[in-house]
C-alpha cells in the first residue's frame, strides 16, 4: 500500500493549489456569463452554432476544475482516463471557436468596441494558443509539477471573453481586447504569489504561460495591422455583409441593446 500511495503523494507535493484556482476561475466565468443574461445582453434564442459553442466551451469549465479536484484529492486513474476525453474535447473547442468567429464577422456583428479584424484575427488566435500550452501540458503530464500549472495557465488563457464581459469595454476602447487579455494574467500572477509563499521560488512554468500570454497579444497586433491581416479579412467577408464593414474601424454602437453571439 505504500507503494501504491506514493505517486499520489508525490503529484500532491508538487502541484499547485489547483482545485482553488480552477474554481476561481470557473466562479468568473459563471459570474460574468449570469451577468451578462442577467443584462439582457445575450439571449436564448441565438442561432445554434452560438449554443453549440457556449456547451463545448463550458463544457470544459466543467472539466477543467473537476480535473483540478481529482488531481488535487489524488484520484489519479480517473484522473488519467478523463484527462485524454479532455484532449479530444480541445480539438472540439477549436473547431467551433472559428467557426463562430467567422460566422460573427461575415455578418458584420462583432461587438463596436472591437475592430473586426482584429476581432478576426485575436479569437482564432486566442484558442489555438489555447491549445498549444494545454498540448504542452499534457506532453509534460509525467512531471506533474509543470503540468498542473500549464493546465492552469491555458485555462487563463480562455477568460478573456469572461472578463470582457465583467470590464467596461466600451470605456476601454480602444484597448477593450488588450484590457482582457491582460485583465487574464490575474491567475497566473496568483500562482507566482503562491509557488512564492509555499516553494520560496516562483516554478517556471508560470513564466511559460504568461509569455504565451503575452505572445499571443503581440502575434494578434502584427498581425491585425500587417497585409497578412487584410488579405484574411477579405477572404473571409467576401460575398457576405461584413465585407460591408471596414476591417480596421471600430463599427458605431447598436440601436438597441448590444446583443452578443448572433
Known amino acids: 500500500m505504500a507503494t501504491a500511495a506514493q505517486p499520489v503523494r508525490e503529484y500532491r507535493a508538487t502541484i499547485p493549489p489547483a482545485a482553488g484556482l480552477a474554481l476561481a476561475m470557473a466562479l468568473t466565468v459563471f ?48 484522473h488519467r482516463k478523463l484527462g485524454w476525453f479532455a484532449a479530444g474535447w480541445v480539438g472540439l473547442m477549436v473547431v467551433l471557436g472559428f467557426a463562430v468567429t467567422v460566422v460573427m464577422v461575415r455578418k458584420g456583428t462583432t461587438p463596436f468596441f472591437f475592430r473586426p479584424q482584429h476581432f478576426l484575427i485575436f479569437d482564432p488566435l486566442n484558442v489555438l494558443v489555447f491549445a498549444g500550452v494545454t498540448a504542452a501540458a499534457i506532453a509534460l503530464r509525467r512531471r506533474t509539477d509543470w503540468h498542473a500549472r ?24 480602444p484597448f477593450a481586447f488588450e484590457s ?29 504561460g504568461l509569455g504565451a500570454l503575452v505572445g499571443m497579444v503581440l502575434l494578434g497586433e502584427a498581425l491585425t495591422y500587417s497585409p497578412i491581416g487584410d488579405a484574411l479579412y477579405r477572404a473571409t467577408t467576401a460575398g457576405s455583409p461584413g465585407a460591408a464593414v471596414p476591417g480596421l474601424a471600430f463599427p458605431p454602437p447598436p440601436e438597441g441593446p448590444l446583443m452578443t453571439g448572433r
Open 150 to 173: 500549464l493546465h492552469l495557465s491555458a485555462m487563463a488563457l480562455l477568460l478573456g471573453p469572461a472578463f470582457g464581459r465583467l470590464l467596461p469595454m466600451p470605456l476601454l476602447t
Open 180 to 208: 482582457a487579455a491582460a485583465a487574464c494574467a490575474i491567475f497566473p500572477v496568483a500562482g507566482m504569489i503562491v509557488d512564492r509563499h509555499r516553494r520560496g521560488a516562483v516554478h517556471p512554468a508560470w513564466w511559460w
Open 31 to 78: 459570474v460574468a456569463f449570469s451577468f451578462q443574461l442577467y443584462m439582457g445582453r445575450s439571449t436564448f434564442a441565438s442561432p445554434w452554432l452560438t449554443h453549440a459553442h457556449a456547451l463545448t466551451f463550458m463544457g470544459w469549465v466543467a472539466i477543467f476544475t473537476v480535473q483540478a479536484t481529482l488531481g488535487a484529492r489524488g484520484s489519479l486513474a480517473i
